[in-house]
Protein backbone atom coordinates (compact mmCIF):
# COMPACT_ATOMS: atom_id res chain seq x y z
CA UNK A 1 0.00 0.00 0.00
CA UNK A 2 1.12 3.47 -1.10
CA UNK A 3 0.17 6.72 0.72
CA UNK A 4 0.20 9.93 -0.72
CA UNK A 5 0.42 13.20 0.90
CA UNK A 6 0.27 16.97 -1.20
CA UNK A 7 1.35 20.26 0.39
CA UNK A 8 2.24 23.17 -1.30
CA UNK A 9 -1.09 25.04 -2.62
CA UNK A 10 -2.21 28.14 -1.56
CA UNK A 11 -3.95 31.44 -3.20
CA UNK A 12 -1.96 33.15 -5.77
CA UNK A 13 -2.06 35.94 -8.01
CA UNK A 14 -1.91 35.36 -11.42
CA UNK A 15 1.59 35.14 -13.18
CA UNK A 16 2.71 34.02 -9.84
CA UNK A 17 4.41 30.40 -8.94
CA UNK A 18 3.65 27.67 -6.56
CA UNK A 19 5.64 24.26 -6.11
CA UNK A 20 3.47 21.68 -5.19
CA UNK A 21 5.00 18.58 -3.33
CA UNK A 22 3.79 14.72 -2.88
CA UNK A 23 5.04 12.68 -0.26
CA UNK A 24 4.66 8.74 -0.95
CA UNK A 25 5.35 6.28 1.76
CA UNK A 26 6.98 2.73 1.32
CA UNK A 27 9.94 1.26 0.00
CA UNK A 28 9.20 1.61 -3.75
CA UNK A 29 8.17 4.77 -4.39
CA UNK A 30 11.39 4.87 -7.01
CA UNK A 31 9.93 2.03 -9.39
CA UNK A 32 7.04 4.06 -9.50
CA UNK A 33 5.93 6.60 -12.43
CA UNK A 34 3.79 9.12 -10.61
CA UNK A 35 1.61 11.72 -12.50
CA UNK A 36 -0.09 15.00 -11.24
CA UNK A 37 -3.84 15.94 -12.31
CA UNK A 38 -6.17 19.02 -11.11
CA UNK A 39 -9.97 18.87 -11.23
CA UNK A 40 -11.67 22.09 -11.28
CA UNK A 41 -15.47 22.88 -9.88
CA UNK A 42 -17.81 20.86 -12.15
CA UNK A 43 -15.30 19.46 -14.33
CA UNK A 44 -13.55 15.96 -15.62
CA UNK A 45 -10.17 15.23 -13.80
CA UNK A 46 -7.64 15.85 -16.16
CA UNK A 47 -3.88 15.24 -17.04
CA UNK A 48 -1.35 17.83 -15.89
CA UNK A 49 2.17 16.31 -15.69
CA UNK A 50 3.82 12.75 -15.30
CA UNK A 51 7.35 11.16 -14.50
CA UNK A 52 8.73 7.42 -15.47
CA UNK A 53 10.41 5.98 -12.43
CA UNK A 54 13.52 7.11 -12.96
CA UNK A 55 12.43 10.54 -13.89
CA UNK A 56 14.32 10.68 -17.34
CA UNK A 57 11.14 11.22 -19.04
CA UNK A 58 8.58 13.48 -18.15
CA UNK A 59 5.49 14.20 -20.47
CA UNK A 60 2.49 17.81 -20.02
CA UNK A 61 -0.52 18.62 -20.88
CA UNK A 62 -0.56 21.33 -24.12
CA UNK A 63 -2.31 23.51 -21.25
CA UNK A 64 0.85 23.76 -18.94
CA UNK A 65 3.70 22.94 -20.70
CA UNK A 66 6.25 25.49 -20.94
CA UNK A 67 4.68 26.67 -17.50
CA UNK A 68 5.01 23.53 -15.19
CA UNK A 69 7.63 21.67 -14.43
CA UNK A 70 7.12 17.91 -12.88
CA UNK A 71 10.51 16.44 -10.89
CA UNK A 72 11.06 13.90 -8.24
CA UNK A 73 13.34 13.26 -6.51
CA UNK A 74 13.88 9.13 -4.97
CA UNK A 75 16.20 9.80 -1.83
CA UNK A 76 13.15 11.51 -0.35
CA UNK A 77 9.99 9.60 -1.69
CA UNK A 78 8.86 12.87 -2.93
CA UNK A 79 7.40 14.05 -6.66
CA UNK A 80 7.02 17.87 -7.30
CA UNK A 81 5.23 20.18 -9.83
CA UNK A 82 6.93 23.94 -10.02
CA UNK A 83 4.24 26.03 -11.76
CA UNK A 84 5.18 29.28 -12.61
CA UNK A 85 2.99 31.85 -14.95
CA UNK A 86 -0.37 30.38 -13.66
CA UNK A 87 -3.43 31.92 -15.07
CA UNK A 88 -6.76 31.83 -13.79
CA UNK A 89 -7.77 28.64 -15.44
CA UNK A 90 -5.04 26.35 -13.31
CA UNK A 91 -7.75 26.86 -10.05
CA UNK A 92 -8.31 23.21 -9.17
CA UNK A 93 -7.57 20.59 -6.93
CA UNK A 94 -4.19 19.48 -7.53
CA UNK A 95 -3.97 15.26 -7.46
CA UNK A 96 -0.91 13.70 -7.00
CA UNK A 97 -1.10 9.58 -8.31
CA UNK A 98 1.42 6.87 -8.55
CA UNK A 99 1.66 3.93 -10.75
CA UNK A 100 2.49 0.52 -10.12
CA UNK A 101 4.76 0.30 -12.74
CA UNK A 102 7.85 2.66 -14.13
CA UNK A 103 6.02 4.39 -17.38
CA UNK A 104 3.97 6.98 -17.44
CA UNK A 105 0.62 7.56 -18.40
CA UNK A 106 -2.13 10.32 -18.88
CA UNK A 107 -5.10 8.21 -18.28
CA UNK A 108 -6.08 8.66 -14.68
CA UNK A 109 -7.83 5.05 -14.73
CA UNK A 110 -4.32 3.50 -15.19
CA UNK A 111 -3.09 5.12 -11.90
CA UNK A 112 -3.48 2.46 -8.53
CA UNK A 113 -2.89 5.93 -6.03
CA UNK A 114 -4.03 8.88 -5.29
CA UNK A 115 -3.33 12.03 -2.64
CA UNK A 116 -5.89 13.85 -1.27
CA UNK A 117 -5.10 16.68 -2.96
CA UNK A 118 -4.46 20.55 -2.67
CA UNK A 119 -6.41 23.25 -3.70
CA UNK A 120 -4.60 25.64 -5.67
CA UNK A 121 -6.42 29.07 -6.52
CA UNK A 122 -5.13 31.76 -9.10
CA UNK A 123 -6.69 35.17 -8.99
CA UNK A 124 -6.96 37.75 -12.00
Known amino acids: QVQLVESGGGLVQAGGSLRLSCAAS????????MGWFRQAPGKEREFVAAITSSGGSTYYSDSVKGRFTISRDNAKNTVYLQMNMLKPEDTAVYYC?????????????????WGQGTQVTVSS
Open 97 to 113: AARSVSYSSGRPYEYDY
Open 26 to 33: GRTFSRKA
